[in-house]
């Protein structure tokens, strides 16, 4: 138990001390399981990582590890799946959910329990996008670009969003220019996320999952000026076998 708190402790002193996102150059090429005839690399899974409970006297936290899985949205006139996110589990085989009409965006997310279906992602050259295989149309599934929102208080992990994105990117981590390992995903040299637990929809298939959201320039609260949300825990998110 003693080794197990001293784990927790060095996982917060870690992300208590200031880490240096630097994007992993070359596009795709420096990626995990990447293959130049394809220009793809992946797929894998994303996964919590460091993830710090602030509220917690040990900084526990219930979810690290926990992998990216698909869930979507149909707002109302939707005819075929166009929007979604994706949360997290520890199969390897995507599992798809149908949602009720919603005025929701699509969220990436963090499922509430690490024993359900993944959904991967991968990046691909051609398109010099990140991208999960999704629910897409009546009852398909596709290769689609995931990136934030352009809400800084808001900057959702999503697909399905068009122009009102931001790219998401890799980055390596440096500590006292000490390169670290792992490769993470973030956006505008940012790797920080916040998540937080919902409660289940008809889009998760009625199970809680954790949002997740980039903590980038703006993202405090616009009320309260705070850092985090009520509930929100801090975590990279890294790509998994990195």
Known sequence: MALFLAGLSLLAAVQACTVTPVEVPSGCTNLPSYDSSTGIAGPWIVEVNQCVNTTATDNACNIEGFGSEAVYFLQQGDTSVVRGYVRTSNNKFPSFQKAAPSNKKPQIGI?????????????????????????????GAEWKAVNVTDI??????????????????AYYHYLDGVKQDGIFIGAHNVTSWAVQLQDGSAGSG?????????????????????????????????????
């Open 111 to 139: 499922v509430s329990k690490n024993d359900l279906a993944k959904s991967p992602l991968r990046c691909n050259d051609a398109t010099d996008s990140f991208e999960s295989y999704v629910p897409s149309g009546v009852s």
């Open 206 to 242: 009625g199970k809680p999952y954790w949002l997740i959201r980039l903590l980038g320039p703006d993202s405090e609260d616009p009320v309260t000026g705070s850092e985090l949300e009520d509930g929100e825990y801090k975590t990279f998110i890294r790509i998994d076998g990195s």
């Open 152 to 169: 800084p208080y808001s900057a959702q992990l999503m697909w399905g969003l068009g122009q009102y994105s931001l790219p998401i990117q």
